[in-house]
């Protein structure tokens, strides 16, 4: 454990050196939170409430998914700083290393994501909350339950990425699978709408599919649309997708172990 929490350590510094970088970003996030929120208004204006949500709460999911555009990772179908070593061949050398592999590329990106709230996701929501009447949580239970979702979110991401880029060991190239999964991220995370908004069958399955467990969840989570044991059970959602894909993950990297020693001789 003391490894590993010094590998989310470094990841740390490593991430909140880049403090312009991380603030352009959250400048873009920004801009493009106020185009989503007048959009999401001359919308609403057809009806007081769509898909369980009124005004107020649909500026506020829009700031709220744009904040976590980065911690989430939301464009990055893969992970990056990996990319390389798959098409060079180095990742060999880091599936030998004495530690497990998942867990330190785990630690790494909880590291990368807290940077990344700190600067990327307070901005757009201070801004929004300066032109518009955001909602805030009013439950003590919600602002518990906030830092938990949001860790669960990452750790969801992660997974779903992770598996990407075990994907590109197989093919030796992951930006095909990258790309795929970066619309399907962008589709079924509600960053582009509420899922709730989505038609019948549709809505309903993407609500089950994990990427709602990216920022659907956590932004649902945030405007209190969960309560008692209806909270527990959308953080045992998150809990459920993250071991689940934890899991796979650990067993593909076994698989992949195993290739890459047969085709290193």
Do not use: K
């Amino acid at each position: 454990m003391r490894l590993y929490l010094a590998v989310a350590g470094s990841s740390i510094r490593r991430h909140a050196t880049y403090r312009a970088a991380a603030l352009a970003g959250a400048f873009t996030n920004t801009v493009f939170g106020f185009i989503r929120a007048y959009v999401l208004i001359a919308l609403w204006q057809t009806r007081p409430v769509i898909g369980g949500y009124d005004i107020a709460a649909a500026i506020t999911f829009c700031f709220l998914t744009q904040g976590l555009i980065g911690p989430i990772a939301v464009f990055d179908g893969a992970l990056p700083e990996m990319a390389e070593r798959v098409r060079t061949g180095d990742i060999a050398l880091d599936l030998y290393r004495p530690a497990d592999f998942q867990g330190w590329l785990l630690a790494s990106d909880l590291g990368r994501a807290i940077p990344d709230f700190w600067y990327r996701s307070i901005p757009p929501m201070l801004a929004g909350a300066l032109v518009f009447d955001l909602r805030l949580p009013g439950s003590p239970a919600v602002w518990l339950a906030i830092p938990v979702t949001a860790v669960l979110a990452v750790v969801v991401s992660f997974s779903l990425r992770y598996l990407v880029m075990l994907a590109g060991t197989l093919l030796f190239d992951e930006r095909g699978v990258s790309s795929v999964a970066v619309v399907l991220a962008l589709f079924f995370s509600g960053i582009l709408l509420p899922l709730t908004l989505f038609p019948g069958w549709l809505g309903t399955l993407a609500q089950l599919l994990p990427w709602a467990a990216t920022l659907q969840v956590p932004a649902d989570v945030f405007l209190g649309r969960y309560e008692g044991i209806a909270l527990l059970g959308a953080l045992g959602g998150q809990l459920a997708w993250a071991i689940v894909l934890l899991a796979i993950g650990r067993y593909l990297t076994a698989r992949v172990r195993h290739r890459v020693e047969v085709q290193g001789g």
